[in-house]
Every structure is written in structure tokens, then in C-alpha cells.
């Protein structure tokens, strides 16, 4: 049988969500009690034992707790490695549409080091898609592969990019 096809790469818009959504909640809320994941999926590009190849992480998010593949399109068994999700209730916090509301107001405000990275980001995912459309019949999709194709695809944009420069 034909493996699934691939999830559409996240836009830049939808990556700074992710981001600013983090960011709003851990940092200025300061609610981290049932936002985070455990310690072992967490997104660390300063810790040398963890495989990082991509953009510069914008300064803004550095003391975020992100989940190691907070910029993949995918489903959140393949993130949970087939764990069930621990259930992360926000406690009313801040409703949705007041979230939505601020982190719309902040991309048109966030410095371009923010936009940069996530339109970075935004570009290689979507290399990797189309890849991954072409070799559809080839291979099943899961989060490892598409981060080993990720680190290829970003040192390939980033070549390009600098040539460009």
C-alpha cells in the first residue's frame, strides 16, 4: 500500500505562532506548570548533544521550552513517539481569540531576526515537502526523517543563499 502523503510544510506565520505562543505563555504569563514537554523532547540549539542545522535561534525565544520538533507539520503521535500527549490545559489564561489578537499584533511588530528565521525555516520545510511529494512511493514519512532531510535541505539553502549574498 502507498504511504501516507506528507503533512504541507508550516508557513512563517504559522511557525512565529507556535513560537509567540510559547513565548506568551511561559514568559510573560509565566504559566510553564502543563506547557512544556518532558525534558527529553525538548528543543535545545545551545546544547551540543543535541543535533541542531538550522538558522540562528532568534535571542526573543531562547529561555522558551519548545518541543524538539516544534517546527514540523506533523501528527502528535509521530512527536510522541506513540506516547498519548499529556493533556496541557492553559487555565483560561488567555482566551484564543485574545492570543490570536496579540501575536498578529506582534508579527508586524517582531524584529526582522524573528522574521528571518522563520521564513528560513518556512523555506526549507517546504524544500522537504516537495522532496518528500517526489519520493512518496519510496518511503514512509516519520519526524526522523524529515529532520535528517532538514539539516541537508537547510546547509543546501543556506549554500544558496550565500551565494546569492
Known sequence: SRPKAPRKPLSSYSLFFRLERSYIYQIVLGNTDNNV????????????????????????????????????????????????RQHRKVDGALPFKELSKIIAKNWKEVGPEVIQYCEAVAEVSKVIYEKQLSDRSLEDINAETILEKSASAYSAYSAQSNDNN
Open 37 to 84: 514537554p518532558p525534558p527529553e523532547d525538548r528543543f535545545d540549539p545551545d546544547n551540543p548533544t543535541f543535533d541542531y542545522n538550522g538558522p540562528p535561534f532568534p535571542e526573543r525565544y531562547r529561555n522558551v521550552i519548545l518541543h524538539k520538533h516544534f517546527n514540523l507539520p506533523t501528527d502528535p503521535d509521530e512527536l510522541w513517539n506513540g506516547r498519548k
